[in-house]
């Protein structure tokens, strides 16, 4: 009854996942009374491990194959730790990687995998907790198996911290020819403005409905001297340039002030903003997850409140 | 070259809604096209309408009622549909393999050489089919797509998977493949009255599981939703009351101790 996770790594950095990983594995493996193994597969496999080597990990198992991500690489590694270690908890990262190779893992092993796990408990038997209908509702998921794949959002659990003992065995593992290969990597949102340097922000979401209603909102950061963002929504619709997009693909921006207008909060928005000073949301549904992350809220209409809050400036 | 287009009828609960039992009450939710699934539709149909694709196919897991979006994905260009659906089905949590059965079974008859689908579901949020069905099938993948080419010559599509923080990655996949389609990498077109006459008379074929030589035990979950529930606010926010002359007077008020504004 042990537990794998596999490490996230991008163009030679470890995300912060794959501690937050550590930390989740070890306490699965408590709960399954076993071993934890951490995966390292491809780019700076000894400095990752090294990196990984925290209190708690019994096992780094790296597998050195070029610098960057490939899924069938990845598929094949995974799946092979997997016998190796006897593993019957296989914890991935829910990230835009993760679920390019975890469910032909979980396909692969003919295993049950649940994504986006956000926590979980064993009791009879694995208890995973995740948000359904675009976060407005937590559910409970039991898995029926003694074996199973789970992929872990990002910023659920604590980083694994300190320096461990783990052992660790360089692996090396037959793929076939890879089906999708990666050329190289294009950094977006470039151009006249950068988010990431305003003091204050007026962020745009879906609840501005229309193109020709966004003056509403740029007259209010024309008026606060404040700098225009949006979720990604109004980018997806070509409203606002790609540059103007603040979220877990977009920017993650920490300005002084970021006042959020008609924007609904979903986690992946919310993981670009969190870390603001003061947060402002103006939103008409008062169950709205951004309001759980603000500091000042009304709950109102935009086309109400906006026009307002200018004429109190003006 | 013949594309397989996965889509989903998904429900979005209203702002109030309460929760029947392990699921958000029926009266409380509203179907829609995947947001997801709807990209991927037009990604399809502008292959078709570049000669690259002969034919588009779009195929759901969905009952009666889910005909109405599908009809919306023909009205758009898809050229036919397949409506799988069984009594198996009905208020179960199927986990990603039973999907995926049934859409091995339909890819075997249908034989596309690029199946196309949504990043995710808006309801359930897995992110997991399409992955798992290219591995089930033996097609190549990417997920999170946000920019294709189709190089049918060269037996390839161009790629960018969108990955986290504003980086694409810019990848080669060959064909015959699975891509998940990411929101944002085409304009989804609205249906014409055209479309919307002409696909009253395209073909939505029913089947069920007998017709894809499938039976209730290669669907059953191995995953079995045990509760439902709205999550705890962990709001500490200063909720300002009053009307919105109200509000924003107060609001002008917190912004200017911050500094904006003065």
Not at chain 1, 109 to 134: N, S
Not at chain 1, 274 to 284: E, F, L, P, Q, R
Not at chain 2, 19 to 26: N, P, Q, R
Request: net charge negative; with cysteine.
């Amino acid at each position: 009854m042990s537990v794998l996770v596999v490490a996230d790594h991008r163009r030679g950095e470890l995300r912060d996942v794959s501690y937050e990983l550590v930390t989740a594995g070890r306490e699965l493996a408590d709960a399954l009374d076993g071993e934890l193994a951490v995966a390292v597969i491809a780019g700076d496999t000894d400095r990752f491990a090294e990196s990984l080597n925290r209190p708690g990990v019994d096992r780094i198992y790296t597998v050195e194959n070029g610098e960057e991500f490939d899924n069938t690489v990845y598929t094949a590694a995974v799946t092979e730790l997997v016998g190796r270690s006897g593993a019957t908890a296989v914890l991935a990262p829910n990230s835009v990687n993760g679920l390019d190779y975890a469910p032909a893992v979980a396909e692969r092993l003919d295993i049950p995998l649940v994504t986006d796990a956000i926590d979980f408990a064993v009791d009879d038997g694995l208890t995973v907790t995740r948000e359904m209908y675009g976060s407005k509702v937590e559910t409970t998921v039991a898995v029926d198996g003694d074996q199973f794949c789970l992929t872990l959002r990002g910023g659920e659990f604590a980083p694994a911290e300190g320096v461990g003992e783990a052992e660790v065995e360089s692996v090396t593992v037959d793929h076939p020819d890879s089906g999708a290969r990666v050329k190289g990597f294009e950094e977006v949102g470039g151009g006249d403005v950068d988010i990431a340097d305003a003091d204050v922000l007026v962020s745009v979401g879906r609840g501005i409905e229309e193109e020709e209603n966004l003056e509403v909102v740029e007259e209010l950061a024309e008026t606060l001297g404040a700098t225009l963002s949006a979720s990604r929504p109004i980018v997806d619709s070509g409203w606002l340039p790609k540059n103007r997009q603040v979220g877990q693909s977009g920017k993650v921006v920490t300005p002084d002030v970021y006042i959020a207008v008609g924007i609904s909060g979903a986690v992946q928005h919310v993981a670009g903003m969190k870390g603001s000073d003061t947060i402002v949301a103006i939103n008409t549904d008062p169950n709205a997850p951004i309001f759980d992350v603000a500091d000042y809220g009304i709950v109102g209409d935009l086309f109400d409140v906006v026009p307002e809050l200018v004429a109190q400036f003006e | 070259m013949k594309v397989l287009v996965t889509v989903k009828e998904v429900a979005e609960a209203d702002d109030d809604f309460s929760i029947d039992g392990t699921d958000i009450a029926e009266s409380d939710l509203e179907y829609d096209l995947n947001e997801w699934d709807d990209y991927a539709v037009e990604a399809a149909v502008q292959l078709a309408e570049a000669d690259i694709a002969d034919e588009v196919v779009a195929v759901t897991i969905g009952p009666e009622r889910a005909e109405e979006t599908i009809r919306m994905a023909l009205a758009k260009g898809v050229d036919r549909a397949v409506r799988v659906w069984d009594d198996a089905f009905e208020g179960a949590f199927p986990d990603v393999a039973s999907k995926i059965d049934v859409f091995e079974a339909v890819v075997a008859s249908e034989e596309p050489d690029l199946v196309l689908g949504g990043v995710q579901a808006a309801d359930t949020g897995f992110g997991a089919t399409g992955v798992a069905l290219a591995e089930r099938i033996g097609f190549n993948h990417a997920a999170v797509v946000n920019d294709l080419e189709v190089d049918a010559d060269a037996g390839l599509a161009n790629v960018h998977r969108e990955l986290e923080g504003g980086v694409e990655e810019l990848t080669e996949v060959d064909l015959p493949a699975v891509l998940t389609v990411q929101t944002g990498l085409n304009e989804p077109r609205y249906a014409s009255l055209r479309g919307i006459r002409q696909a009253q008379r395209k073909e939505i074929a029913p089947m069920d599981l007998d017709d894809l030589g499938l039976d209730t035990t290669d669907v059953e979950s191995t995953l079995t939703l045990t509760a439902m529930y709205e999550p705890e606010s962990e709001s500490d926010a200063e909720l300002i009351e009053g009307d919105a002359g109200e509000a924003a007077d107060r609001l002008a008020e917190v912004l200017r101790e911050k500094g904006v504004g003065v």
